[in-house]
């Protein structure tokens, strides 16, 4: 937007100073070349006072080396300047402007007791143009300068009004990787205020939102349990064994599947979790190391030294971590090395685990099912987690073969 703005103002401006800076560069020319004409006339006009007297050489010396006076009887005083038509033809009584090589002339008659003289005075183009250069050049400085300031002030005005769109940006991107408490300072143009506290509006009913859907969750949790209670004291008081195991069993199939559902529910209604990613995947590794040191798997480590938080619950986290190794123990012959490295990142971190095993074919990734390839299991898994913060999962091949897996993971 400030780009745009700042060409428009440039355009805009260009088009105004273009109207009103060439006529006056047109003007500043006529009036230079009518300046100069208007003293050549007047040099002429005194040198025709002195036609007829003994000092008329004295005058033309003094008025300037550019005036020739033609006299009645064919002699020339002055400069030398050839008889042209122009003067044969001010030597009828009229006085006339001609233009000659290298500039122009002015001829003036005047009638003497021999006759009519002319009394010629010849202008150069340079005395036409004297200070229009200088003048023009300093036209296109003011040009270059308005259009300069222009744009400055253009981009001053549109930073009033990038910015607060830039934090609408900001928040929005907030809210979406589930930081509900990001809210809008509103700024800016009225328009833009308005788009602010709509955002806000908005953020604080999906605040409500959720904590309805919670208490809809423990609702649900208690009415469904109470029948589960009743249907197992049934099952208990039946008096064919075999026909209450069965029965037994069936309620429990059913009570884990309602826990499950309302587990499920209440983690995705619950506010976004955080926990300390060098702490869950250095235990995770401890506790397959114990089974890598069996299969005689070589396991490089790299965490950092202190503590990196990220917008991932700690059991969330650990799962994504067990889905990737296990992948590799699972799919990777007995003896394949492996390395786990945890880094941090602006704004988050990045988690990767690499083998040197067989390779992963990427279109795994799409399906989430495994073709007996590396890594190819509980990869869904790692991606679902990454994608909950905000974050991401990718999958490459090393230049020595194998496959590594990179989790994003974003700050709370």
Do not use: K, Y
């Amino acid at each position: 937007m400030r780009r745009w703005l700042a060409l428009l103002v440039a355009a805009t401006t260009s088009l105004v100073l273009i109207a009103l800076l060439v006529p006056m560069a047109l003007l500043i020319r006529a009036v230079a070349e009518n300046g100069a004409m208007n003293r050549a006339t007047a040099a002429a006009e005194s040198v025709a006072l002195s036609v007829g007297s003994p000092d008329l050489a004295l005058a033309v010396e003094q008025v300037s080396r550019r005036v020739t006076v033609f006299l009645p009887d064919g002699s020339t005083v002055g400069a030398p300047a050839p008889r042209t038509d122009a003067v044969r033809l001010a030597a009828t009584g009229r006085s006339v402007t001609a233009a000659t090589t290298g500039g122009r002339e002015v001829l003036v008659s005047m009638q003497s007791p021999g006759g009519t003289a002319v009394i010629r005075v010849f202008v150069p183009d340079a005395e036409l143009t004297r200070g229009v250069r200088e003048a023009w050049l300093a036209l296109l400085v003011l040009g270059l300068a308005l259009v300069v300031l222009g744009i400055v002030l253009a981009d001053r005005l549109a930073l009033r009004v990038t910015r607060p769109v830039d934090g609408l940006a900001r928040v929005s991107h907030r809210l979406a990787g589930g930081d509900l408490t990001a809210r809008a300072e509103p700024g800016g143009p009225p328009e833009v205020r308005s788009v602010a506290l709509a955002l806000n509006h908005l953020a604080g009913r999906i605040d409500e939102l959720l904590v309805a859907e919670r208490e809809s969750v423990a609702d649900l949790s208690h009415r469904l349990r109470t029948p589960l209670t009743g249907l197992r004291l049934d099952a208990e008081s039946l008096r064919d064994p075999e026909e209450a195991a069965r029965v037994q069993a069936r309620v429990d199939a059913l009570e884990r599947a309602v826990s499950a559902v309302i587990t499920e529910a209440r983690r995705r209604s619950a506010g976004r979790d955080s926990c300390d990613a060098a702490a869950v995947v250095g235990e995770r590794v401890r506790f397959w190391s114990v089974l890598a040191e069996d299969q005689g798997r070589e396991v490089s480590v790299s965490l950092p030294g202190a503590p990196l938080p990220v917008a991932v619950g700690a059991e969330e986290l650990a799962a994504c971590v067990d889905a990737l190794l296990g992948n590799v123990f699972a799919h990777t012959p007995e003896g394949v090395s492996m390395s786990v490295r945890l880094a941090p990142r602006p704004h988050g971190a990045v988690l990767a685990v690499e083998d040197s095993g067989p390779g992963f074919d990427p279109a795994l990734l799409e399906r989430g099912t495994s073709g007996g390839g590396s890594t190819g299991l509980g990869l869904d898994i790692a991606r679902r987690t990454a994608e909950s913060a905000g974050g991401g999962l990718t999958v490459s091949t090393p230049e020595g073969g194998g496959a590594r897996v990179e989790v994003v993971l974003t700050a709370p």
